[in-house]
């Protein structure tokens, strides 16, 4: 059983769907949580049919912060699974709190079952990370240049050590999920080639 599957086909984050806001205190990367719900539709059905929220309660905390406790749920294989969670927020009157409150409370659900993982593993503090993550998320015809470019680096190499560096950033983004594995293949089989006629 793989217990990553789900999440190594969600944990990568279209830099398109992400910008980065200020809290006053530090700077930190959103996901749009639309887009979110969109992948979650993918993998589980519409929302209400296949995943949703259930059993909201609202509290207000003092007079200045609101609190949202209730359960997520989604199917996988037509079978129902639900967890608990709570998110709050500060509360001002007319600022669309309850709104906010849910949008907050599926962004982390939907981070527990790894959907935009990378985001807040922090892999989206790496500059070279997130150009790498544009590439999963690209049109099939910018993919093919991608690898073609890939390939003829890997063809230019002149020593093992230069052939073991392009090895390791290829492994280092299939490790990351960035890479569409229908794409890896092609790229192991340049490297393998390459080693051979190295090897001569």
């Not at 927020?89 to 981070?111: E, H, N, P, V």
């Not at 993550?133 to 093919?144: C, G, L, V, Y």
């Amino acid at each position: 059983m793989d217990n990553l599957k789900l999440w190594n086909s969600v944990c990568v984050t279209d830099p398109a769907r992400t910008k980065v806001a200020n809290n006053g205190r530090y700077k930190f990367t959103c996901v749009d949580p639309q887009w979110q719900a969109m992948k979650a539709t993918e993998q589980f059905g519409a929302y209400g049919a296949g995943w949703g929220i259930k059993d909201c309660k609202f509290t207000m905390l003092g007079e200045t912060a609101m609190m949202l406790e209730a359960k997520f749920w989604y199917t996988i294989d037509e079978k129902i699974i639900e967890f608990e969670y709570a998110v709050d927020m500060r509360y001002r009157d007319g600022d669309d709190a309850c709104k906010k409150l849910l949008t907050s409370f599926q962004s982390k659900c939907l981070s527990k079952l790894g959907f935009s993982a990378d985001v807040y593993m922090g892999l989206y503090d790496d500059v070279q990370y997130v150009r790498d993550a544009s590439i999963k998320h690209s049109t099939k015809s910018k993919q093919a240049e991608w690898v073609t470019e890939v390939i003829s680096s890997i063809e230019a190499c002149k020593t093992k050590a230069d052939l073991s560096k392009c090895r390791a950033r290829l492994e280092g983004m299939m490790q990351n999920s960035v890479v569409p594995e229908d794409l890896a293949d092609s790229i192991y089989q340049a490297v393998y080639d390459k080693e051979k006629g190295l090897k001569k």
